[in-house]
């Protein structure tokens, strides 16, 4: 009799505690979120503002311990410095490149897919878009750290078709150069593109889905070609799906270390700036300005992306 005595209580309270929850969806609400809430503001967030906090602090010269007193004269390093402002120049063009050549193919792929009438070969260009990311980061890395080698697959096919010389003369070009592809800022151009195509062909993709079919043949029987009705009717409503996959592009390229440090040459990008700082050589107070720069710009371009509504594609 007690232990089903205490199991009835046990039911009841749990069918009490129930209807009171159901009755507040609010406080459900709250309750459900407080523990990935709780971890992302304290392990991450609190984490991240300690980190940036050091950037009102300095490192002394000679001992090159870090002075715990509030001076701006790491935020005055950063911005006077030709060198720093350089990696910042050289990321951003990156990014910026990056994420408008993946636009393009990404536009053409998914309005492809888009038009496909076979269910079939709409998921198997589905399944080619997606299997990228199934495989390691750095496997597909060191991959194109490969085919872009002196003695790697593009070049032996450059040369099979007679453009070895061309290809030397792109690699003579000051700004985008270098000895090979695997050490220069076009095969890194390459590799970031190639990374990152999948993050942007998937919410433009998502944008073209929600075109109905009825614009398309308005605008075919109003007189309006394939060009005109890609321009005029398909673009505009596939734009905040470009700026969402923008958002993505953009900022995985500003903050990568990765393919720099192996496709890239000597010259840092902002993120080998950070890992080298707070690592090697022990700024942290500089390591925080570095990493203050793509908060700042990526916070600026989510206003703009909300503003011409690319959260409405994601």
Not at 269 to 282: D, E, L, P, S
């Amino acid at each position: 009799m007690n232990s089903g005595s205490a199991i009835f209580r046990a039911r009841g309270i749990g069918a009490k505690t129930s209807d009171f929850l159901f009755a507040r969806k609010r406080l459900l609400t709250v309750l459900l979120l407080a523990l990935p809430l709780g971890w992302i503001v304290f392990a991450y967030l609190a984490s991240l503002l300690v980190f940036l906090s050091h950037v009102f602090f300095s490192v002394d010269e000679f001992s090159g311990v870090i002075r715990y007193e509030l001076t701006t004269s790491t935020l005055l390093e950063l911005v006077r410095s030709a060198a720093n402002l350089d990696i910042v120049a050289r990321t951003v063009s990156m990014a910026a490149a990056v994420t408008l050549f993946d636009m393009l193919l990404a536009f053409a792929l998914a309005y492809y897919m888009r038009r496909q009438r076979s269910e079939k070969m709409r998921a198997v260009l589905y399944l080619a878009v997606m299997m990228p990311l199934w495989s390691s980061y750095l496997v597909r890395v060191y991959a194109w750290k490969l085919l872009l080698a002196k003695e790697g697959a593009i070049v032996w096919a450059t040369e099979r078709l007679g453009l070895g010389g061309v290809l030397d003369a792109v690699l003579a070009v000051p700004m985008i150069g270098g000895p090979s592809l695997s050490i220069s800022y076009l095969g890194m151009f390459l590799v970031f593109s190639y990374i990152w195509l999948p993050f942007m062909v998937l919410p433009v993709h998502a944008a073209l889905e929600r075109v109905p079919d009825s614009l398309l043949e308005a605008s075919a029987d109003l007189g309006g070609g394939e060009g005109k009705t890609v321009r005029h009717v398909v673009l505009p409503l596939a734009l905040p799906g470009l700026i969402a996959g923008s958002i993505f592009t953009f900022s995985l390229t500003l903050g990568d270390y990765i393919i720099p440090y192996i496709i890239g040459n000597s010259r840092f990008f902002i993120g080998q700036a950070v890992y080298v700082q707070q690592g090697t050589a022990g700024n942290i107070p500089l390591a925080a300005a570095f990493t203050l720069i793509p908060i700042i710009i990526m916070a600026l371009y989510l206003f703009v992306a909300k503003r011409l509504g690319a959260f409405q594609a994601l």
